[in-house]
Structures are given as C-alpha cells and as structure tokens.
C-alpha cells in the first residue's frame, strides 16, 4: 500500500538511520506512513505510533500487519509512551527512532480537523480527536490565559490584544471566525506576504494537544529506549520544537544538566548519553519546490552511547 504523503527530508533520514535489515524501528509519528513504507522496504520491522485514530486504522490494512511474525505493529498511544508500549510488547531492543514533530499534511488538509483556515470548518484541533478542543479553550480560557499561549507557543508579539478580541467575539466555533478575529485585531490587508493567524492557530493548536511536553517526554523515552549504536532522527517544524530537540541532544552529549524536567539532574560526572550529533539540516531547493511544506522542517539526528539513560540512574 503507498501512502499518499511523502515525508520531509525522508532521504536525509534514511542516511542517519542507516537501517539494516532485521533492524527495529520506531515511527513515534506513524501519520500518513511515509517514513514506516520506507523502513519496511529497507527490511526493518516497524513499530509505529499515533495518538489519532484514523491512520492507525488505515495502517492496519498494510499487508505488513498481516504477515506472521507482522513486519508492521501499529500502537494507538502517544510517542510519550512508548518505552512503557515497548515494554508491555516484550520488545528489549530498538535499532532506531524517528520522530517527525507536529501537525500531519493529512491532519491540515482535512477542514473538519480545524487544523487549518485555508479551509472553514469546525474549530477542533485535537490530534486524538478527543478532550478539550481550540473553540473549548478561546471560549472558556481566561483572557490573560489566551494572551500567554498566544505569546509563548506562537511568539505572538500582539497576544494581548488578539486575547482581547477574541473574548469580545465569542463565541467562536470555526476556523475561518478564528481566523478573522485575528487578522482583524492585527489590522491585517489581504496580500500582505504571511497571514498573521498561522501564530494563532499554532499556538493553540500546541496548547490543545500539549505538544511541547510531548515532545520533551518522547525524548527521554527515546534516551530510555535506544541501546550503544541506536540511531535517533528527529524532524521539527518551527523554533520552539527545534530548541527543545537541540537543547536537548547538547545536554545529552555532554551530561551535565537536566535536558527535560522528564530527567534527573545528571551530576557532571555522568556519562554522555548521545554522540555523533548532526548539525541541522534543512530540505534542498529541489524538495521544498516539490513539497512547499517541507520549508520550515529541520532535522537533527544522535547515535546512543553505551551509558545508562539519565532517567534510569
């Protein structure tokens, strides 16, 4: 089966895997299946996670599910879970994990998701489908609560005063009202180079789903999960998932502080956890021409040492 979305930078990840057949692999974002179909035809058995119920339903008709042993195990949890999933499953070892961060090109092309404004629907955004939604939040939150997730998930310099508008609109129930409600409050002119919502609708969106604390729990699963020479890849898609990753992979490689509040506070002395970090790379010209959304990916990748993890100290 040929999943209908090519993953960003999957060339780029496929070389810091350097997967060999027999491998286990860890798609921590199963999505569309990009990454899990090349792991696959690489020989590797994959074990794929995803909080959102519609691809692990669409995964479970890969052939792969089917075969005995299955090639393809798919979790409906969280990434943040997977060493206790690993567990439970009898699993000991982990070659490699890939963890590709934030919202799915399935999940932003959908208008009933409300993922998006490029398309109006209903003002949901939760990845798992389930719990409080973005309309739940802007029409319940506090003002002052609106204005700080505005601020701190979306670098909104205007937070205040789209918090403000926004309780005076409510209530809000669809993206395009969102949407305009901010652009309003911005003073916003059609044409102009960047719609000043996208901040909006991300910061919501990760305030929503938690995104950042998953982030940092997935981390230190992966720390947990990988043994000497295991292979980590993680592809961020703004500033804030990017910092936490790179923070946390320095620390990583140089165990003298807490890299997530997941973790100990690891004395000088400990061993580095992580080596052979990459620096950052980004799509080609070539990529983001076929993949506009490519543009804004980073990918950052790590080879596990030999020394205990952090969280296991």
């Avoid at 206790?84 to 399935?106: C, Y």
């Avoid at 620390?251 to 509040?261: E, K, L």
Wanted: net charge negative; glycine share 8%.
């Amino acid at each position: 089966m040929t999943p209908p979305h090519i993953p960003v930078l999957l060339e780029e990840v496929l070389a810091a895997l350097d997967l060999q057949p027999g491998d286990v692999v860890i798609d921590a974002t199963f999505g569309a299946g990009g990454y899990t179909r090349a792991f696959l035809d690489a020989g590797a058995t994959v074990h794929a996670f995803d909080r959102d119920p519609d691809p692990i339903a669409a995964g479970q008709q890969w052939e792969e599910c089917r075969a005995d042993p299955p090639r393809l195990v798919l979790h409906h949890r969280r990434f943040s879970e997977m060493a206790d999933v690993m567990a439970e499953a009898g699993v000991t070892k982990i070659d490699a994990i890939v963890m590709d961060i934030g919202v799915s090109s399935m999940q932003l092309d959908q208008a009933g998701r409300g993922f998006a404004f490029s398309q109006d629907g209903v003002l949901d955004m939760t990845m798992s489908q389930s719990g409080p939604t973005a309309a739940d939040f802007l029409n319940t939150a506090k003002e002052e609560d609106i204005a700080d997730v505005l601020y701190r998930f979306g670098e909104e310099r205007q937070s205040r005063r789209i918090a403000r508008a926004v309780v005076a609109a409510r209530p809000i129930e669809r993206t395009g009202q969102f949407a305009d409600v901010v652009r309003k409050s911005l003073g916003y002119r059609p044409g102009a180079p960047k719609d000043p919502a996208t901040r909006s609708f991300q910061a919501v969106r990760i305030h929503v789903n938690g995104e950042l604390d998953e982030l940092d729990a997935g981390l230190a699963a992966a720390e947990e999960l990988l043994g000497e020479g295991g292979r980590l890849a993680v592809v961020s898609f703004h500033s804030l998932e990017d910092r936490i990753v790179k923070h946390f992979l320095r620390q990583a490689a140089g165990a003298t502080a807490r890299a997530n509040r997941y973790l100990p506070e690891a004395p000088p002395e400990s061993a580095a956890t992580f080596a052979r970090l990459t620096k950052a790379i980004r799509p080609s010209d070539a990529e983001i021409a076929r993949n506009p959304r490519a543009r804004s990916a980073t990918l950052r990748a790590a080879t596990r040492s030999a020394a205990p993890a952090r969280g296991t100290v």
